[in-house]
């Protein structure tokens, strides 16, 4: 939740620790200028009071020639404690890019050192542009920069990036005790331009938050990394002042204490922020009777400070229902895709429930609805043809299945994995050739993990020897040098509903060259459910003797039909 920062005392620090060794060599047996080496390597990583300097495994981080796509090159994790504040130093390089995100990013996250374990959750990425995305608190009119058209030309892009190549970075990410982190990035270029960003977001007070940089057609050479004591040491402290419970189970079989299952609390505190907490700090109140059957209350109670001091509790309830054993299911609506398309990746396709009813039959013939959330679904089986996917239920005493009709439709290409794991910017359709005066037009369907509006195709538009004109989202974004401050977007999305749509969509894109060095993208799309809407890209700057097309995603995979 966004909310300003209240007053915070700066405090002076002063950078104590040991100067670095020169180096040099000596006249002596090879041991000893080895050992020599070890002290100095020892005194520049020691906790040397205010300064705890950081060991760096990864010194070149992101491919030299500038080859990293994004979300794949990736520099050390950084933790970094309460009340800290870590400087990251190093020289940033994006070999004359035209993009302005071939630069540094930033990515903040919880204290979870692993992008791919359970649990991680990030706050935000940052990005050197000024630009970025996060979690609820992120908040982009926080960024704030003092980048120069030092040309005059009215553009301050241009300069940006011919500062930003070569340039000194040095990033300050101070996790302070308020339960902020403030984060500063000053650039001094080649050319001795000095450019400063600056963005600031709510995190956990107490728990560790981790820091890295990210790659994208860019890498870095890593200098330093240190901590320094938080500059704002200030800490006021609030009160909790209500707690929600998501996820609790609607019911029970009789015979499974478990009254709170996957079930997370948030805490909302008195200055607005709010946090998930942890299940241990939570207290139940009323425990329900789990023997006997019928709806059952469970009252919710937390009693911590922001800070994790003892205060006034403040609770909440929910409702459950004990109901006897599941005898058996049945699919008593269909979900809303039955027809499933694929073609290399046969590790197995996620089944999307969505739309799908399943109705038990209790061991009294009473029935009721359950939540898909309480069923073990599997993998579908990348086999052409006709199946019948299992789908179970686990209960407190037995296990009863059911079987959903599905129908699998081999097509002609995929562009990444099954699993959604495909990160921006590492897999891409084949290049089409569109000759001026023609279009390409090609159809798909697409799977995606709908966690973001970004997380279906997207259209590159370049030359045959890679250079390009621009590339242009589904969702209504594009850039590049024939497309910003040129092209018009036009669509007829409803945004409430189109990332809870891409999923299972089919869609068609035309790629018109117009033959007057002008091109044009557009996207017909028909969910699954049959509603259907597009998204047109009009006058994009190129040069109609010379135009390719290719398709490129981010967690999701597209099957191409024709």
Known sequence: ???????????????????????????????????????????????T???????????IVGAEDYSSGWWTAFSDYFTIPSNKLLVLEFVNHNGGSQNNWNNWNLGVANEVADRDADGYEEYFVLRSDAYGWGNGDFDLSMVSHNYPDTDGDGDIWNDFRATMDGA???????????????????????????????????????????AFLICDASFFEMKEAYLLPSKVTVVEDVNPVSIAVEGA????????????????????????????????????????????????????SYNKTKQGELSAPVTTFYTLEVTNSVAS????????????????????????????????????GTTGILANETLEIGKIQAVEGAQDFVISYVGATSTVTTTCPLTLVKGIDQVGANDFSTAWWTEFSDDYTVAS???????????????????????????????????????????????????????????????????????????TNNGDDTADIRYDITYATGETHFQLYEGIAVESADLNTALVLERAYLVIVE
């Open 329 to 364: 299911i049945e699919i008593t609506t269909l979900p809303v895709i039955t027809t499933y398309y694929f073609y290399n990746d046969t590790s197995g396709i996620i089944f999307d429930p969505t739309g799908m009813v399943v109705t038990a039959t209790y061991s009294d």
């Open 49 to 59: 009071g205010d300064t705890t300097y950081i060991d760096i495994a990864t010194a």
């Open 437 to 511: 005066g023609s279009s390409k037009t090609l159809t798909m369907y697409c799977y995606s993990n709908e966690a973001n509006n970004w997380h279906s195709p997207s259209t590159i538009l370049r030359k045959a020897d890679g250079t390009e004109y621009g590339v242009v989202r589904m969702d209504n974004f594009g850039w590049g040098s024939g497309y910003e401050g040129i092209a018009t977007a036009t669509n007829d999305w409803n945004w409430d509903v189109f990332t809870a749509n891409i999923n299972g969509s089919k869609i068609i894109i035309t790629v």
């Open 1 to 47: 939740m966004r909310y300003a920062l209240f007053a915070a005392v700066l405090a002076a620090f002063v950078l104590v620790g040991c100067e670095k060794l020169d180096i040099y060599s000596i006249d002596a047996p090879d041991d000893l200028q080895s050992r020599i080496d070890s002290i100095a390597d020892a005194k520049a990583n020691m906790d």
């Open 249 to 300: 189970p609607a019911f029970v079989e009789i015979g499974n204490d478990d009254f709170w299952g996957d079930a997370v609390a948030a805490v909302t505190y008195a200055d607005g922020s709010s946090e998930q907490v942890d299940t241990a700090d939570i207290s139940f109140n009323v425990i329900p009777d789990m023997t006997t059957l019928g709806e059952k209350t469970v009252i919710v």
């Open 168 to 210: 000194y970075v040095t990033i300050e990410i101070d996790h302070s005790a308020t339960g902020n982190v403030f984060v500063t990035a000053t650039a001094v270029g080649t050319n001795g331009t000095e450019l400063v960003m600056t963005y600031q977001q709510p995190v956990s007070a107490t728990n560790d938050i981790t």
